[in-house]
């Protein structure tokens, strides 16, 4: 499967094999093996995933990357954004992946506030009237750390957008506001994640939209809705809900894909889009590499059948 000429094109990453954050057993997967998985099933980019996981020796990565005619794209970076303490090791940690990024020419570094397990037991379930978000204080204190973090990627040529996450101190629309408000004097743009969006109480569309401006990348992901209500009814942390599989193949889920595309079109979004489906290591019904190239399959046919009716 080969991806067709479009204004979208479509990456993938490897935490959709289940290679999280932190080493574990997942991390022992082979990464060439992953590559060829992800380059049979149709996709032309990676995300580096967790540093640490693909090579870090650029000449190394970039050989593999070129040897499979892949882009290598972006790094999702969690930090600790609003603890004063952590500001040198989260400056020192964006150098040390800036650096591999900007050596393989990659274009972003996609920032994200860490994951706590304050916020992991809520996930899903935080108050929309701001009551268990951050206070004053912090929110200055991230609209700081986050301008020193755009001034410090662009050493390496390094765009920055931020991610909003489930987990984290980001995750519902009234935190995206906040978070965006608080870092008004940077260039910082948006990764719409459209399952985190759904998970974090937000609707994709209306997310798009409102943040049309600043819109600069895109994470495909998909949310089963019955397994979300269950997430929710029973109070599940983040991780006890991906074990649930909460996040479902692209095109299972309840994202209304078709109108989320026409919502892109008519904002004039194009670039690439990383297709992600979380998964515990081992754990999945599907393996990644049947999923993840059924996910593509379905993403290309609506794509293809919104270009042909345009």
């Given at each position: 499967m080969s991806q067709p000429a479009s204004r979208f094109r479509f990456a993938s990453a490897p935490v959709s094999w289940g290679v999280e954050d932190n080493p574990g057993p997942a991390w022992e997967q082979p990464y060439e093996r992953i590559l060829d998985e992800m380059l049979s099933g149709g996709y032309t980019g990676t995300e580096l995933g967790p540093y640490g996981y693909f090579p870090t020796d650029p000449a190394v990565l970039e050989k593999a990357l070129s040897k499979r005619g892949m882009a290598m794209l972006s790094s999702f970076v969690p930090v600790p954004l609003s603890d004063p303490s952590r500001g040198q090791a989260v400056l020192e940690h964006i150098r040390q992946v800036g650096a591999l990024l900007s050596?393989?020419?990659s274009p972003l570094l996609v920032l994200a506030d860490a994951q706590s397990p304050l916020r992991g037991n809520l996930a899903g379930r935080v108050p929309v009237d701001g009551s268990q978000s951050l206070r004053p204080e912090h929110w200055r204190h991230v609209g700081k750390i986050v301008a020193e973090v755009e001034r410090v990627s662009a050493e390496y040529g390094l765009g920055v957008v931020f991610h909003p996450h489930v987990a984290t101190y980001v995750e519902t629309p009234f935190e995206v506001e906040r978070f965006f408000d608080s870092v008004s004097a940077t260039r910082v743009g948006l990764c719409l994640d459209t399952g985190h969006c759904v998970y974090g109480g937000g609707d994709p569309i209306e997310e798009a939209r409102k943040y049309r401006s600043l819109l600069r990348y895109v994470h495909i992901k998909d949310i089963n809705a019955r397994v979300l209500g269950e997430v929710r009814r029973q109070g599940l942390n983040f991780d006890r809900a991906i074990a649930a599989g909460?996040?479902?193949?692209?095109?299972?889920?309840?994202?209304?894909?078709p109108a989320f595309f026409r919502a892109?079109?008519?904002?004039?979004?194009?670039?690439?889009?990383?297709?992600?489906?979380?998964?515990?290591?081992?754990?999945?019904?599907?393996?990644?590499?049947?999923?993840?190239?059924?996910?593509?399959?379905?993403l290309l046919g609506v794509v293809h059948e919104l270009e042909t009716n345009a």
């Open positions: 050596a393989l020419q909460v996040f479902s193949q692209v095109g299972q889920g309840c994202v209304h894909f892109l079109v008519e904002i004039n979004y194009a670039g690439w889009m990383v297709v992600e489906q979380d998964v515990k290591y081992g754990e999945a019904a599907v393996p990644p590499a049947e999923s993840m190239a059924a996910s593509l399959k379905y």
